[in-house]
């Protein structure tokens, strides 16, 4: 979803997806360093505010399937805010190999589709921050959809978190993969990220409204 551009009828959708389930534990304490193993590859992180993006939507999926649902969305949209970056500023030919943009996604918990690899030149950052978001955004945006003034207050900490924490794309990926001239615009489109939290404080009892429609029926 592109943050500039927040549709009633997506975010209505989100909603509809939502659980009921209000049993998350208590979220991490974003600005603190936090230890993440990505096993596969031998790696520990122990600072994740500067690491590609895909290792974030990895850190959220593996959150959310421990039952750390807030620090899940959390680090979702701090995930989202920062691939938004990348994807605007990622040259055309910046390619992952096949194998990699495939581990990175599985990993994530959503299996690149056979065909995806066999286009082999298209596989760059961007698409894969597509896919994986479009796999873990249902479960987690599905989640944040079921508690409106959670979803909101998570939100913010994410645009707090950004302004503490400013994303360098260039600690990130390779500096040859991006355009340095695209990041004003990458930035001023990241920030979308508030218009969203504006739509959802303006259209909030409709949106619940809704919700518990969808839920009685």
């Known amino acids: 979803m592109a943050l500039s551009k927040i549709s009633l009828t997506l975010i209505r959708s989100l909603c509809m997806l939502a659980g009921c389930q209000q049993n998350s534990t208590p979220e991490q304490t974003a600005n603190q360093p936090v230890q993440f193993v990505n096993a596969a590859y031998g790696q520990h992180f122990t600072d994740l505010t500067q690491i590609d993006p895909a290792y974030l939507f990895i850190y959220a999926n593996h959150l959310f399937n421990n039952g750390e649902k807030d620090a899940a969305l959390f680090w979702f949209y701090v995930a989202q805010y920062r691939a938004l970056i990348i994807r605007v500023m990622e040259n055309d030919n910046s390619l992952l190999p ?10 994530a918990g959503t299996p690149v589709i056979g065909q995806m690899v066999v286009l082999g030149n298209g596989l760059n950052r961007g698409h894969l921050y597509n896919y994986i978001h479009s796999g873990l955004g249902i ?37 040859e993969q991006l355009n340095k001239e695209k990041l004003p615009e990458a930035q001023r489109r990241a920030e979308g990220l508030a218009e969203m939290i504006a739509f959802l404080k303006n259209n909030k009892a409709e949106l619940e409204k809704q919700r518990d429609a969808l839920k009685n029926n």
């Open 98 to 107: 096949a194998d990699l943009y495939q581990q990175l996604a599985e990993d």
């Open 139 to 175: 479960d987690i945006n599905g989640y944040a959809g079921s508690n409106m003034d959670n979803w909101i207050t998570q939100l913010e900490k994410v645009m707090a978190f950004e302004k503490a924490n400013p994303f360098d794309p260039y600690q990130a990926v390779p500096a």
